[in-house]
């Protein structure tokens, strides 16, 4: 199963994704200039091999429910979003009003 709904953040909108599949949920939090998401986001592969790119993301481990990823400390960021001021180990709300 795949969900889409619209959050509000502080007033500001973003888009949340939940995706089931067996054993596991996909989680993020997005919008137009980058997101968040659980530990099953790569963020090597962003910095090295899409970097060309200029990904604004961070990952947060450990997360259940999009409340859990929006609370939990970001475990790692990607190089573009730490030129933006977000840092491992502040919260996925924190990273995500940083990338308005």
Do not use: H, W
């Amino acid at each position: 199963m795949i969900k889409l709904e619209p959050m509000m953040i502080e007033g500001l909108p973003f888009q949340a994704v939940t995706v089931k599949l067996p054993k596991t949920t996909l989680l993020a939090v997005a919008n137009q200039s980058g997101y968040i998401m659980c530990g099953a986001l790569d963020v090597r592969l962003l910095n090295d091999q899409l970097a060309d790119r200029g990904i604004i993301a961070g990952k947060a481990v450990g997360v259940r429910t999009l409340e859990e990823l929006l609370n939990a400390p970001l475990a790692e960021v990607t190089a573009e979003a730490e030129k933006r001021g977000i840092q491992a180990g502040m919260t996925g709300r924190e990273a995500l009003l940083k990338m308005v």
